[in-house]
């Protein structure tokens, strides 16, 4: 007798324990779900099988080949379309032309299926619908028979009241090959729905055997679980192949060639596959351990099945969950009830997955890390929410409505009932979406929002505090990646708020321990009046509008799409600049490629030359950075830009304060030192810069990447502004762009860095500060070491495993030299 195993399942439920396999050969006691299934046929001297496939079919094939292997005959029919499970066994009309078993191929039973093959027969049925009896039959289709088994009616989604019976359809069946006649070729049909409603309205000899014995649908996650559990408990007839023994009183079942040291707690029964590795001190109580995993000392584990050669270090606690192959496990680690991680997964030191949390293959969990959310399709999973530059991540993956509210809810738990908090956007719809949910999230918690709609970053800034506002927020697409949403906060004072106030939205939003507000506190939204006219008015006070009047000017300016491009022209006009405008209005897309950055700059560059114009300016999406062209069309790039620029203001004002980051190389200091310029020194963040620039009597701020403070305006950056004082500048000294750029040196600095794990950067830092000599070096960002000819930073990077190097020198090559010396020895004190 023949048998058909459906294995075409996608297992859409058991994710992400079935991204690259099919449902069937998800491993069940540390072999395939199919494995467990083809050895019940073959118990059962059902040893001719045909497997129907459909998702990834390959995987099965490669596995089970033509049987041989596992003592029974394989052949295979791949389905182009999903036809049903009816429709699918119509694809083998031409194999079974005697009585034959159909049965699923990820299912856990130990039934007898002889015994139901003998009574299909006695009843000369046409079908046999093996049933069995559940506890709760509401999520399945009961089966009503009558006192001799023959089917008299079938209830899909049954309620309570309706449940007459508590037998359920299994999905195996025994079947004659008159069945065919019911069955259309190659079109979609059900067995439930279809084709057995279809024989009991032709009055067709269909019956229902009562098998007794182990059966369970592994169809989710909490099945998958509750399935090793019941085997485990011994309520399921399976072939292990393993060594069975006693240990306190526990039946533990032990692979070839594992090890279990005598300090070994056992509080329930385990399952250990071939070469574990069990280190002193762990405590293990019912769980499923796959084919080489190593397990550290003081760890415990509980109802937990561990797949194929996964590592878990020391004190780990692990409770209830499924971790798939390869995955390592590092020191500290908890895992709470209900988590799946995937395969190949890297989870550092001391991160903590909260309870149901699944995490999608090949993704990183960094060190301290509090997962409270599913990671699917990121690549990584940060110990915080905030980066350098905010909040990021892919939009409606990484940044969805749902994780928009709950900051949002986590912000106006930290700015209290009552507060006032403005937001803005760029002119993308996702930045819309994502703006709204955190709207939804702040008034939730009975915050005030002013929504100033579509809006560039500096008026946005340049608007906290006139108001009483708590806290902005902007959100926009990434210049650098359309996929990517940042999400920007500023303090009462403009600038980006403090690493004390990120702490406390990122502890409000993991905990999620909100105080909602009350009908009647829910925030109200409104529409600031006055923050363009609050703007423009402090704009002009801080130039001097008379050297544009008295000298006339011509740029270009490309606004990229910006919400720039909405207020500044009206303020060209009032200072009578002649401007030649570029992609002045409104666009979604305002994400560049490199490429499409270049391109846009060579536009940029032939067009300046053209109009004769006295330099070219491109802002980016925000309105805070600019990107300058020389009146010949040259391009001067940011670093000198920066030099170019401070050559300005000293000419202007010696002797006055100056911010810079601590990259600012050898020439910025010569140019300082020239014009008796004081450099306070910052870090490299933004953040950093800005705050800096709020000190007493500073004049001028840059962070050599495009961004320029003029902090008599606002202490933070503004592309808008810097280019009119560029321009006021330059007319002043009645000089051109170019002629400064020619007076200074193209920067020698480079740049290089180095994989360092996160757990590893403190001691590096340490290192370095006791190894390199104290008198040489600079403690604001990282350690600078200050030679007389060179300097080296070393700076951990921020927001990746990484260490960051630059270095300084005459010239290039000698930089290069210095640089690739220092990047060895910083291996060196990685790897110790």
Same mark, same amino acid.
């Given at each position: 007798?023949?048998?058909?195993?459906?294995?075409?399942?996608?297992?859409?439920?058991?994710?992400?324990?079935?991204?690259?396999?099919?449902?069937?050969?998800?491993?069940?006691?540390?072999?395939?779900?199919?494995?467990?299934?083809?050895?019940?046929?073959?118990?059962?001297?059902?040893?001719?099988?045909?497997?129907?496939?459909?998702?990834?079919?390959?995987?099965?094939?490669?596995?089970?080949?033509?049987?041989?292997?596992?003592?029974?005959?394989?052949?295979?029919?791949?389905?182009?379309?999903?036809?049903?499970?009816?429709?699918?066994?119509?694809?083998?009309?031409?194999?079974?032309?005697?009585?034959?078993?159909?049965?699923?191929?990820?299912?856990?039973?130990?039934?007898?299926?002889?015994?139901?093959?003998?009574?299909?027969?006695?009843?000369?049925?046409?079908?046999?619908?093996?049933?069995?009896?559940?506890?709760?039959?509401?999520?399945?289709?009961?089966?009503?028979?009558?006192?001799?088994?023959?089917?008299?009616?079938?209830?899909?989604?049954?309620?309570?009241?309706?449940?007459?019976?508590?037998?359920?359809?299994?999905?195996?069946?025994?079947?004659?090959?008159?069945?065919?006649?019911?069955?259309?070729?190659?079109?979609?049909?059900?067995?439930?729905? *279809?084709?057995?409603?279809?024989?009991?309205?032709?009055?067709?000899?269909?019956?229902?055997?009562?098998?007794?014995?182990?059966?369970?649908?592994? =169809?989710?996650?909490?099945?998958?679980?509750?399935?090793?559990?019941?085997?485990?408990?011994?309520?399921?007839?399976?072939?292990?192949?393993?060594?069975?023994?006693?240990?306190?009183?526990?039946?533990?079942? $032990?692979?070839?060639?594992?090890?279990?040291?005598?300090?070994?707690?056992?509080?329930?029964?385990?399952?250990?596959?071939?070469?574990?590795?069990?280190?002193?001190?762990?405590?293990?109580?019912?769980?499923?351990?796959?084919?080489?995993?190593?397990?550290?000392?003081?760890?415990? $584990?509980?109802?937990?099945?561990?797949?194929?050669?996964?590592?878990?270090?020391?004190?780990?606690?692990?409770?209830?969950?499924?971790?798939?192959? *390869?995955?390592?496990?590092?020191?500290?680690?908890?895992?709470?009830?209900?988590?799946?991680?995937?395969?190949?997964?890297?989870?550092?030191?001391?991160?903590?997955?909260?309870?149901?949390?699944?995490?999608?293959?090949?993704?990183?969990?960094?060190?301290?890390?509090?997962?409270?959310?599913?990671?699917?399709?990121?690549?990584?999973?940060?110990?915080?929410?905030?980066?350098?530059?905010? $909040?990021?991540?892919?939009?409606?993956?990484?940044?969805?409505?749902?994780?928009?509210?709950?900051?949002?809810?986590?912000?106006?738990?930290?700015?209290?009932?009552?507060?006032?908090?403005?937001?803005?956007?760029?002119?993308?719809?996702?930045?819309?979406?994502?703006?709204?949910?955190?709207?939804?999230?702040?008034?939730?918690?009975?915050?005030?929002?002013?929504? /100033?709609?579509?809006?560039?970053?500096?008026?946005?800034?340049?608007?906290?505090?006139?108001?009483?506002?708590?806290?902005?927020?902007?959100?926009?697409?990434?210049?650098?990646?359309?996929?990517?949403?940042?999400?920007?906060?500023?303090?009462?004072? =403009?600038?980006?708020?403090?690493?004390?106030?990120?702490?406390?939205?990122?502890?409000?939003?993991?905990?999620?321990?909100?105080?909602?507000?009350?009908?009647?506190?829910?925030?109200?939204?409104?529409?600031?009046?006055?923050?363009?006219?609050?703007?423009?008015?402090?704009?002009?006070?801080?130039?001097?509008?008379?050297?544009?009047?008295?000298?006339?000017?011509?740029?270009?300016?490309?606004?990229?799409?910006?919400?720039?491009?909405?207020?500044?022209?009206?303020?060209? =006009?009032?200072?009578?600049?002649?401007?030649?405008?570029?992609?002045?209005?409104?666009?979604?897309?305002?994400?560049?490629?490199?490429?499409?950055?270049?391109?846009?700059?060579?536009?940029?560059?032939?067009?300046?030359?053209?109009?004769?114009?006295?330099?070219?300016?491109?802002?980016?999406?925000?309105?805070?950075?600019?990107?300058?062209?020389?009146?010949?069309?040259?391009?001067?790039?940011?670093?000198?830009?920066?030099?170019?620029?401070?050559?300005?203001? =000293?000419?202007? *004002?010696?002797?006055?304060?100056?911010?810079?980051?601590?990259?600012?190389?050898?020439?910025?200091?010569?140019?300082?030192?020239?014009?008796?310029?004081?450099?306070?020194?910052?870090?490299?963040?933004?953040?950093?810069?800005?705050?800096?620039?709020?000190?007493?009597?500073?004049?001028?701020?840059?962070?050599?990447?495009?961004?320029?403070?003029?902090?008599?305006?606002?202490?933070?950056?503004?592309?808008?502004?810097?280019?009119?004082?560029?321009?006021?500048?330059?007319?002043?000294?009645?000089?051109?762009?170019?002629?400064?750029?020619?007076?200074?040196?193209?920067?020698?600095?480079?740049?290089?860095?180095?994989?360092?794990?996160?757990?590893?950067?403190?001691?590096?830092?340490?290192?370095?500060?006791?190894?390199?000599?104290?008198?040489?070096?600079?403690?604001?960002?990282?350690?600078?070491?200050?030679?007389?000819?060179?300097?080296?930073?070393?700076?951990?990077?921020?927001?990746?495993?990484?260490?960051?190097?630059?270095?300084?020198?005459?010239?290039?090559?000698?930089?290069?030299?210095? /640089?690739?010396? *220092?990047?060895?020895?910083?291996?060196?004190?990685?790897?110790?």
């Amino acid at each position: 007798m023949k048998a058909v195993l459906m294995a075409g399942g996608f297992g859409t439920r058991m994710r992400p324990l079935t991204i690259s396999i099919p449902k069937p050969m998800v491993d069940v006691a540390n072999k395939p779900m199919m494995e467990h299934v083809i050895n019940l046929l073959k118990k059962h001297k059902l040893t001719d099988i045909t497997a129907l496939l459909y998702y990834q079919p390959d995987v099965i094939t490669d596995y089970f080949r033509d049987g041989k292997d596992f003592n029974c005959k394989i052949s295979y029919i791949k389905t182009g379309a999903d036809l049903g499970t009816a429709g699918a066994v119509g694809t083998t009309r031409k194999i079974m032309k005697d009585t034959f078993l159909v049965m699923s191929g990820d299912v856990i039973c130990d039934f007898d299926l002889q015994k139901a093959i003998k009574f299909h027969k006695q009843k000369k049925a046409l079908a046999t619908i093996l049933l069995t009896s559940v506890p709760d039959p509401l999520q399945y289709g009961i089966v009503i028979t009558d006192k001799g088994g023959r089917i008299k009616s079938f209830l899909e989604k049954p309620t309570w009241g309706e449940v007459f019976s508590d037998k359920i359809n299994t999905g195996t069946y025994i079947l004659e090959p008159e069945i065919f006649k019911f069955i259309p070729e190659n079109e979609e049909m059900d067995f439930s729905k *279809n084709l057995f409603p279809l024989l009991l309205e032709k009055k067709e000899r269909l019956f229902g055997y009562v098998a007794d014995g182990y059966w369970k649908d592994v =169809g989710n996650l909490d099945e998958y679980l509750r399935c090793h559990i019941d085997i485990l408990e011994g309520k399921v007839n399976l072939k292990l192949n393993y060594r069975k023994i006693e240990i306190n009183g526990f039946t533990v079942w $032990i692979g070839k060639n594992t090890k279990i040291p005598e300090q070994t707690k056992f509080e329930g029964p385990a399952i250990f596959g071939n070469n574990v590795e069990v280190q002193p001190y762990t405590t293990i109580t019912s769980c499923v351990f796959g084919d080489g995993v190593r397990i550290g000392k003081y760890s415990k $584990i509980v109802n937990s099945v561990i797949q194929k050669n996964v590592s878990i270090s020391h004190h780990c606690d692990i409770k209830e969950a499924v971790v798939g192959f *390869n995955t390592k496990i590092a020191n500290h680690v908890k895992l709470f009830p209900g988590v799946v991680i995937g395969n190949d997964c890297n989870i550092s030191s001391h991160a903590t997955c909260k309870a149901k949390i699944k995490v999608w293959p090949q993704k990183e969990i960094e060190a301290g890390a509090f997962v409270n959310s599913s990671i699917i399709w990121a690549e990584k999973f940060s110990r915080t929410l905030f980066t350098t530059h905010g $909040i990021n991540g892919l939009v409606n993956i990484e940044i969805t409505p749902e994780f928009a509210t709950r900051l949002g809810a986590a912000i106006g738990s930290k700015t209290g009932k009552g507060s006032y908090v403005i937001t803005s956007r760029d002119a993308n719809q996702a930045s819309r979406m994502i703006k709204r949910s955190i709207i939804a999230g702040l008034i939730s918690m009975g915050v005030r929002v002013g929504d /100033l709609r579509t809006t560039a970053i500096p008026v946005v800034k340049y608007e906290m505090g006139k108001e009483g506002e708590a806290l902005g927020i902007h959100v926009r697409i990434s210049p650098f990646d359309a996929r990517v949403v940042d999400i920007l906060m500023f303090d009462e004072t =403009g600038c980006e708020i403090s690493p004390k106030q990120q702490k406390a939205i990122e502890q409000a939003f993991f905990k999620e321990d909100f105080g909602r507000a009350t009908t009647e506190e829910v925030g109200e939204i409104i529409i600031p009046p006055r923050s363009t006219e609050y703007y423009r008015e402090g704009f002009l006070k801080n130039l001097r509008q008379e050297v544009f009047k008295d000298k006339k000017s011509k740029i270009v300016i490309d606004y990229a799409f910006s919400p720039s491009s909405m207020i500044f022209p009206s303020i060209l =006009g009032n200072l009578d600049i002649e401007t030649v405008s570029l992609n002045g209005v409104l666009n979604p897309k305002t994400s560049k490629t490199p490429d499409e950055f270049e391109e846009s700059l060579k536009t940029l560059s032939k067009i300046v030359k053209s109009t004769r114009a006295l330099f070219g300016v491109m802002l980016d999406v925000g309105g805070e950075k600019i990107f300058l062209i020389d009146e010949r069309g040259k391009r001067i790039h940011s670093h000198k830009a920066m030099l170019a620029v401070l050559w300005l203001v =000293g000419k202007l *004002n010696p002797g006055k304060k100056i911010v810079l980051p601590v990259t600012a190389g050898i020439q910025a200091e010569k140019i300082a030192s020239q014009f008796n310029l004081k450099i306070i020194y910052a870090g490299t963040s933004p953040q950093r810069i800005t705050e800096k620039c709020k000190e007493k009597d500073v004049i001028f701020g840059a962070d050599a990447k495009g961004g320029f403070i003029f902090p008599q305006f606002h202490p933070s950056f503004d592309g808008m502004f810097a280019i009119c004082k560029i321009l006021e500048m330059l007319s002043s000294l009645g000089v051109c762009l170019g002629e400064v750029a020619d007076k200074i040196r193209e920067p020698t600095i480079l740049k290089n860095s180095v994989f360092c794990p996160w757990e590893k950067k403190g001691f590096v830092m340490r290192c370095l500060i006791e190894e390199l000599p104290s008198q040489k070096t600079l403690l604001i960002d990282g350690v600078k070491l200050c030679e007389k000819d060179h300097w080296v930073l070393f700076i951990p990077d921020a927001n990746r495993a990484r260490f960051n190097l630059y270095c300084e020198a005459g010239d290039k090559k000698t930089s290069r030299k210095i /640089l690739n010396k *220092n990047l060895r020895y910083l291996k060196k004190l990685i790897k110790t």
